[in-house]
């Protein structure tokens, strides 16, 4: 089995630092990706190759990673940051997501 | 701008077969991979399959495999998906996305549904 495990929720305060973590084997040899989805709409990256940040993703999410274990953190995070984040990586020919982690700011 | 924008979603019967289109602009659709990503109501994201830049290379989750085949029309933009034996598991949101540097996907379409049901 190539899975990817996600803790299904996190919860943080707003202002505080929020970490998810994503763990599996492929992720050994591969770089990971991270995307973001709001209700109804569709996912957004993240970031990508581990620790890279798009053009126009705030400076507030960072991505680590290691061995099997890949961390997205999210500092000083806001209200506008609640959403469904989810890890993706590859393993020979199949490209695989994480289940999932539902981030809460109360 | 880039943009991708899929069609062809809708209700078919178990068994039925369906065609999904993804119409792709503001980029050089033939220089990268592409590929389409589900996600079933209240779930998950799921990978589906992959075609590299010629349509040479063809990749697929081992549950569609047989039943679905990804294609392209580099001439048109379009990326394509057709589904064959559809089944009540497949039943979900069909996501185009480009992919980017490492397998990453930086641009997604809004998604088409596809229902089944009898």
């Known amino acids: 089995s190539y899975g990817l495990t996600q803790p299904p929720s996190v919860s943080v305060s707003p202002g505080q630092t929020a970490s998810i973590t994503c763990s599996g084997d492929?992720?050994?040899?591969?770089?990971a990706s991270w995307y973001l989805q709001k209700p109804g709409q569709s996912p957004l990256l993240v970031i990508y190759e581990d620790s890279k940040r798009p053009s126009g993703i705030p400076g507030r999410f960072s991505g680590s990673s290691s061995g099997d274990t890949v961390t997205l953190t999210i500092s000083g995070t806001q209200a506008v940051d609640e959403a469904d984040y989810y890890c993706?990586?590859?393993?020979?020919?199949?490209?695989?997501f994480g289940g999932g982690t539902k981030l809460t700011v109360l | 701008e880039v943009q991708l924008v899929e069609s062809g979603g809708g209700l078919v019967h178990p068994g039925g077969s369906l065609r999904l289109s993804c119409a792709a602009s503001g980029f050089t659709f033939s220089r990268y991979y592409m590929s389409w990503v589900r996600q079933a109501p209240g779930k998950g994201l799921e990978w589906v399959a992959n075609?590299?830049?010629?349509?040479?290379?063809?990749h697929y989750v081992d549950s569609v495999k047989g039943r679905f085949i990804i294609s392209r029309d580099n001439a048109k933009n379009s990326l394509y998906l057709q589904m064959n034996s559809l089944r009540a598991e497949d039943a979900a949101v069909y996501y185009c996305?480009?992919?980017?540097?490492?397998?990453?996907?930086?641009?997604w379409g809004q998604g088409t549904l596809v229902t089944v049901s009898s």
């Open positions: 492929p992720l050994e040899d591969n770089y």
């Open positions: 075609m590299d830049q010629d349509g040479n290379e063809k």
């Open positions: 996305t480009r992919v980017f540097d490492y397998n990453s996907r930086d641009h």
């Open positions: 993706q990586t590859w393993d020979s020919d199949n490209v695989v």
